[in-house]
Structure formats: structure tokens, C-alpha cells
């Protein structure tokens, strides 16, 4: 691919990871963020101290704190703010967007009060506008620093997938496209729910087999929803699913896992989210899930309880005793029901 002028909207790890990508495909990349003290200070050090230490941000890479001068004229709109400041950012962007500018979204999570997925209020917001998400296994400090990293692209138009898959892939990033929107958001999102939890099981001291039934039973249960919602059942077993919750999961990266684990030792919400100092999706998100849960009737045991730790007060460990003396069931149970198996 030639190279490409790309705007990318929000300096925070994800953002900064993500130019840095982009920069070392040969793309010109204007990096864009609203404080202009930080970017005086990634001018004078070339490091984004509180969002991605230790990596250095190529001088290649414009910095601006202008929004008209980073989107105008660029072929690409990267967005990489948090899921809540998404439908602001739309609004601020969309006197300089013009029809034919790309806006890819990376961020993870539903919006709170609509329960929208991010396409959803790019489309809500902007109307017929080119638009691709980018999802899966992926933490900025590893992207950043050229270390191997596998992603989905996903658009409701085959094209714009593809057009992202040849944008960021090289040696060390692989993309690859997937056609079910609907399951690569819905996946990308949840995951952050269940990786809170796992981070609370391992605060709490719980080890391998709490994390593992976690992850097992956790996808289990956005899948349900996720099929409920209109979703691909195995785009949950890819890197969008699964991979992603491992990752997130597993992870020392993870900023909701990080959360998780100071809930879990004790901490309270304004500690946590003060120490863990970046955005955390799986906390707003949880609401949102909870919600759908109950909209499309699934059951959904983890998320609600991680809904009652955040939203009901109930204490970590009471959590755990609810999700373990829950009846007693048979794993395969919706295959059984939906087969009619005599089982
Ligand atoms: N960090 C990662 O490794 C990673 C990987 C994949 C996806 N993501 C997703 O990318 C999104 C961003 O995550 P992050 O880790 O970069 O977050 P972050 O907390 O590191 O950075 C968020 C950035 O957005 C800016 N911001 C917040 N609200 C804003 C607003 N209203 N207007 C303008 N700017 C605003 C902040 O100043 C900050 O620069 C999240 O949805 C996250 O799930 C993150
Ligand atoms: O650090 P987290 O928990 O926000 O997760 C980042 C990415 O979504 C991992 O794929």
C-alpha cells in the first residue's frame, strides 16, 4: 500500500501504540491529543510518560492539539478514545470529516446509555461515512515495542476490512478480517467485563482454577448474548472471542484486570481507578451488558456479578459463594435443550 496521510484521535496508550504501527508502515501520521501540556511533554522527551512509558514516539509522528488541522485532508480518521467519549468526539470531528475519509474505531465497549456498539454511533453520528473497526488480542505496550500481535479488522463493507488489513499489517502485525461486525465489537467489548472479574479472582487470592473456570464459562456467556444479538457463534472461538479474553484475562497489561485484582485486594473504586491512572471499560461496560442480559433474557452469571460488586456493593468474595452454589448444571446445557437430545 502507498503511503497514507492518517489522523489518530486520542494519545493514550492505545493511540500512541497505534502511530507508532502506522509510522513504521510508512504512513505520515498525525497524532492528536487534547491536553497541550502533554504534548509539550512528548515534544520535549519524546515519551508519553503517563501512557505509554518507555517507548519512544518517533519524531516522524506530527503532534497536534487541533482537531481541524489533524483531520483535514488526511485519508484516515483513527479513533482511540474511550467508549464513553466517543459520540463527543464525533461531534467535534464532524465539521472537517469529508465523505470520503475513512473513520476506523479501536476502542472497546458499549456505550452506557444507548447499550450501542461503536459503529453503531459512528453511523448514529455521521451517517453514510466509510467505517471499519479493529479488534482482538492487543496491548499497547507489546504493539508499540514490535513485538508479534495478531488483529481482526471488521466493516460492514468487505473493502474497508481489507483496506485496514493492508494498512497496519507488516512483520510484526497481522490482520485479519472478519465479515461478523456484530460478534468482533460484541466480543472486544465484553471480554473487558470477565477480564475484571478474573483480575478480582486474583486479587482475592484465587488461583489458575478460578481463572481458568472464568475465561471457560465467561465466553460461554457472551457468546449467548452475543448469538442473541445477532452475532456469528465462532467469531467467539477467534481472535476477537477468545483470544482477546485470554489475553486480557491473562495479562500483566491489562488495565481491567489491574483494576480487577485492587477491587479484589480491597481497594476501593476512586483508589483503583486513580492507581490503575487509564481508561477501563469493563466497568461502564458491565452496565451495559447486565442490561442487554436482561433485555434479551440470557443468563449471564459472571457479568452479574460483577455488576452487583460495582453497582450493588456486594463484597468480592460474596460474589464468588453466589456464582459456585448456583444449581447444579449440566455444561452443555442450551446444546441439550436446542438438540432435544434425550440426555
Ligand atoms: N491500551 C491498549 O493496549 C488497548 C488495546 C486495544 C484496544 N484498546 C482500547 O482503546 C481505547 C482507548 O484505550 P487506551 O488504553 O488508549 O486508553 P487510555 O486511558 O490510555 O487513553 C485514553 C485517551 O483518550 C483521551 N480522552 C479521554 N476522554 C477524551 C475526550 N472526551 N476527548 C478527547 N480525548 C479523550 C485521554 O486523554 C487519553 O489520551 C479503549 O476502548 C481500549 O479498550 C486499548
Ligand atoms: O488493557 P485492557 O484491559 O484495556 O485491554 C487492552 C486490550 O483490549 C487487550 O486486547
Avoid at 468487505?158 to 494498512?167: C, G, S, T
Wanted: with cysteine; glycine share 10%.
Amino acid at each position: 500500500m502507498k503511503p497514507l496521510s492518517v489522523a489518530v484521535i486520542g494519545a493514550g496508550s492505545w493511540g500512541s501504540a497505534l502511530s507508532i504501527v502506522l509510522n513504521s508502515n510508512g504512513h505520515n501520521v498525525d497524532l492528536w491529543m487534547r491536553s497541550p501540556e502533554q504534548l509539550q511533554e512528548i515534544k520535549t522527551t519524546g515519551i508519553n510518560q503517563k501512557y505509554l512509558k518507555d517507548v519512544t514516539i518517533p519524531g516522524a509522528i506530527k503532534l497536534s492539539n487541533e482537531l481541524k488541522t489533524a483531520i483535514e485532508g488526511k485519508e484516515v480518521v483513527l479513533l482511540s478514545v474511550p467508549t464513553q467519549s466517543v459520540r463527543e468526539i464525533l461531534r467535534k470531528i464532524k465539521p472537517f470529516l469529508t465523505k470520503d475519509q475513512i473513520v476506523i474505531n479501536v476502542a472497546k465497549g458499549l456505550e452506557v446509555h444507548s447499550k450501542l456498539r461503536i459503529s453503531e454511533i459512528i453511523h448514529q453520528e455521521l451517517g453514510a461515512q466509510p467505517c471499519a473497526v479493529v479488534s482482538g488480542p492487543s496491548h499497547a505496550e507489546e504493539a508499540s515495542r514490535g513485538m508479534p500481535t495478531t488483529v481482526v479488522s471488521t466493516s460492514k463493507e468487505k473493502k474497508w476490512a481489507e483496506f485496514v488489513q493492508d494498512l497496519f499489517s507488516n512483520e510484526y502485525f497481522r490482520v485479519y478480517t472478519n465479515p461478523d461486525i456484530v460478534g468482533v465489537e460484541l466480543g472486544g467489548s465484553l471480554k473487558n467485563v470477565i477480564a475484571f472479574g478474573a483480575g478480582i479472582s486474583d486479587g482475592l487470592g484465587y488461583g489458575d482454577n478460578a481463572k481458568a473456570a472464568l475465561m471457560t464459562r465467561g465466553i460461554r456467556e457472551i457468546a449467548r448474548l452475543g448469538e442473541a444479538m445477532g452475532a456469528e457463534i465462532s467469531t467467539f472461538s477467534g481472535l476477537s472471542g477468545i483470544g482477546d479474553l485470554i489475553v486480557t484475562c491473562t495479562s500483566m497489561h491489562s488495565r481491567n484486570r489491574r483494576a480487577g485484582i485492587l477491587i479484589g485486594q480491597g481497594k476501593s473504586f476512586e483508589e483503583t481507578l486513580e492507581e490503575v491512572g487509564m481508561v477501563v471499560e469493563g466497568i461502564k461496560t458491565t452496565e451495559s451488558a447486565y442490561e442487554l442480559s436482561k433485555f434479551y433474557n440470557i443468563e449471564m452469571p459472571i457479568t452479574e456479578q460483577i455488576y452487583n460488586v460495582i453497582y450493588k456493593g456486594v463484597a468480592p468474595k460474596e460474589a464468588v459463594v453466589q456464582l459456585m452454589s448456583r444449581r447444579m448444571k449440566n455444561e452443555m446445557e442450551e446444546i441439550v435443550e436446542s438438540k432435544k437430545l434425550n440426555w
